[in-house]
């Protein structure tokens, strides 16, 4: 949304008004503005978001919670079957050879994957009981807030309504121009020019076609390169969605944490895509190891989800299962050093090794998402250690 220029107007025009509205409608105005503007460019994300928002309210607000967990329950399984029927359906029909169905178009609602663990986390929390009172209001500006809505971060509700400011200060404006003004640059100059400008002469397009003369170190360029210019586009999206909040007073949760400064793939993890770490630990992984005992099945579990809710493909599944697979053998590493070496394998030269397979490794990720299909993906791992295997 930050490239269309309507996306700047209404914040240039909203942010003063809500600022001389009293503070009990403030948050009004803002729910009224954001499913204004949303409405015009997202109809069917916001009608089906606006049907979802008003049913969780409405079992919070009618039903005693002592009798309310079945309705979460069915509330959870219903907007988890949206979301499949959106965003998986239609890639999974259409990996069948049909003509029809490879030449179909599958509209899917705008941030549909931000929205529905939003409101996951809240019919959880208040099936929980730990939520205090929600208003409608609060509900609102909380599920349509237009700044957050495409890109994230995935806020939480308790830190949504904790973290509001009630008086306008300089401080307050100059921090969310600053990080307006950091992702913008992060966005059209470093992420579009410089790095598209020093490493950008192989499209993803073109990878497949050229990988059979590629030398393993530049398949390692390429995939570094995908890597970082990920990590600079969707940390400049995750700034700018943080400053435009700010100017609200809002202070949303951090994204990314300087995550190529992480010197092993456990630290990696804390430091980028947080508020997704955070929800799949909160709510796959502390689930799944309580039912299982098992670190390892609660990882797999974990990856899978977050591979599964970045996109409809098997690619990435199996990028889910090599991150998930990174952890395990760290787990495992990380217990036998701690027994048999202690503290003896933390100097400066093991912390550059450690930081340099944390980038290899979550760089060879992207080898599944730069590529069409998973055999695809294996042939670019396989050039990286010097096998060429055909390409069809």
């Known amino acids: 949304m930050i490239q269309s220029i309507w996306f700047w107007a209404v914040i240039l025009l909203s942010v003063p008004i809500f600022w001389l509205l009293a503070k009990g409608f403030r948050l009004s105005f803002l729910s009224i503005v954001s499913f204004g503007y949303l409405l015009w460019i997202a109809p069917l994300s916001v009608v089906c978001l606006l049907g979802f928002s008003i049913a969780i309210y409405a079992i919070a607000k009618t039903v005693p919670r002592e009798r309310s967990g079945t309705l979460y329950v069915a509330f959870a399984v219903a907007i988890v079957a949206f979301l499949a029927a959106f965003k998986y359906a239609g890639p999974i029909l259409q990996s069948f050879n049909s003509a029809e169905l490879q030449s179909a178009q599958y509209l899917i609602p705008l941030g549909i994957s931000y929205y529905v663990f939003k409101l996951l986390h809240l019919a959880i929390e208040l099936n929980r009981g730990s939520i205090g009172d929600l208003t409608l209001p609060s509900l609102l500006s909380y599920a349509f807030l237009f700044t957050t809505f495409s890109s994230g971060p995935i806020e939480r509700y308790d830190h949504y309504v904790a973290n509001q ?30 790095v598209e400008m020093l490493f950008g002469s192989i499209s993803r397009s073109q990878l ?6 590629m030398s393993p170190l530049r398949t390692w360029v390429f995939l570094a390169t995908a890597f970082l210019r990920a990590y600079i586009d969707f940390s400049a999206y995750s700034d700018i969605a943080i400053g435009a909040s700010r100017l609200f007073g809002l202070r949303i949760m951090e994204n990314f944490r300087f995550p190529i400064f992480a010197i092993n793939l456990s630290e990696f993890w804390k430091r980028w895509h947080m508020t997704l770490t955070g ?25 899978i989800v977050m591979g599964i809710w970045h996109g409809a493909s098997l690619n990435w599944v199996a990028w889910g299962v090599h991150h998930a697979t990174g952890i395990c053998i760290y787990g495992m590493w990380s217990r036998f050093k701690r027994q048999r070496y202690r503290d003896s394998l933390n100097g400066p030269a093991f912390r550059a090794g450690g930081w340099l397979l944390t980038m290899a490794f979550v760089s060879m990720g992207f080898a599944f998402i730069e590529t069409a299909s998973s ?9 990286l250690f010097f096998i060429t295997l055909p390409v069809s």
């Open 165 to 194: 400011e009630t008086t306008p200060s300089r401080a307050m404006f100059a921090e969310g121009l600053w990080r307006i003004a950091i992702g913008l640059i992060k966005k059209f100059v470093v992420a579009d020019i410089l």
């Open 208 to 213: 497949m076609h050229f990988l059979p003369g």
């Open 279 to 303: 929800w799949c630990t909160s709510y796959i992984y502390m689930p799944t190891m309580g039912r299982t005992r098992s670190p390892y099945v609660a990882a797999y579990a974990s990856f």
């Open 375 to 383: 055999l695809d993906a294996l042939r670019v791992i396989a050039k």
